[in-house]
């Protein structure tokens, strides 16, 4: 029951990051002439060319990707690209009826970064709960699930394939823009992703690891760990100090540690 329940909750979650992706989707970037990458940006080429709807090409472009989605990640993940895919056509039709005009008066640099922040917010709360919008979102996170690569870094280099084929109905101009909005899509789907705090591991190998280990406590307030070990030339035993932190306060942690011991190791 508990299951079901957190099922439901994500994907009302996925409905409304589609929701918000395609408004961006149609706000911005196809009034702008502002291409996209992906599957989305494939439609987009399609509309220029034939003049079909991205809401059915977007369906059927999906289909073999489901499929492939199917057979790596199981039925629950199906299950949510389905409802990712459907509801992400079903949301720009009906932004596309809505008809919302939001003028950023012809400046299409405007017009790209509010396409890649709603792009990006929108996608990385699909992405949270383990969804995807389809097309190359199965890709990238079939990426990330053999290589490790984030899904914002394997979106951008899918990305970048999209649109050098949408040079044929966009200026390299409006492709420029569109790599703006193509990079903030992928850093802003890494921030909704992971958060905006970034924390980075520290060793410390001194002689001195008591000392700096106090100070780490006292002054950062950061946890420390002691880890055993032993070297492998020397055998001699000792405590390594493993500490977690932001960025800044590596800075801080390694100036702290060449103060009282110039000739200790930090990785």
């Known amino acids: 029951m508990r299951q079901k329940k957190q099922m439901f909750i ?17 706000t911005f970037n196809i009034p702008n002439q502002l291409a996209e990458g992906g599957i989305t940006g494939v439609t987009l080429i399609i509309y220029n060319l034939f003049h079909i709807n991205p809401a059915l ?14 057979k790596i990640f199981g ?3 199906l299950v949510y690209t389905l409802v990712g895919t459907f509801s992400l056509s079903f949301n720009i039709l009906f932004w596309q009826m809505m008809n ?9 640099l405007i017009a790209a970064l509010l396409a890649g922040i709603f792009g990006g917010i929108g996608s990385g709360i699909v992405y949270k709960v383990g969804g995807t919008t389809g097309g190359t979102d199965i890709i990238a996170r079939i990426i990330e699930k053999k290589s490790g ?22 200026s390299l101009k409006e492709m420029m823009y569109t790599l703006i909005s193509v990079f903030v899509f992928s850093l802003v789907v890494d921030i909704v992703q992971e958060g905006s705090y970034k924390a ?24 420390v760990t002691y880890l055993k070990s032993e070297g492998a030339f020397s055998n001699v035993e000792r405590n390594i100090i493993f500490c977690v932190a932001s960025q800044p306060e590596i800075n801080l942690i390694k100036e702290i540690t060449h103060e009282l011991d110039h000739k200790a190791f930090i990785s």
């Open 75 to 77: 039925l629950q993940a």
């Open 149 to 170: 690569l984030t899904m914002g870094r394997s979106l951008l280099i899918l990305d970048i394939m999209v649109l050098l084929l949408s040079l044929s109905y966009i």
């Open 100 to 108: 919302i005009t939001i003028s950023v008066e012809h400046d299409l």
């Open 10 to 26: 994500d994907i009302l979650i996925i409905f409304l990051g589609t929701s918000i992706y395609s408004f961006g989707l149609v």
């Open 57 to 70: 090409s977007t369906l059927l472009l999906n289909i073999p990707l489901i499929l492939i989605g199917l």
């Open 200 to 223: 980075k591991g520290i060793l410390i190998i001194s002689d001195q690891n008591e000392v700096i280990a106090a100070r780490i406590m006292d002054e950062l307030e950061r946890g």
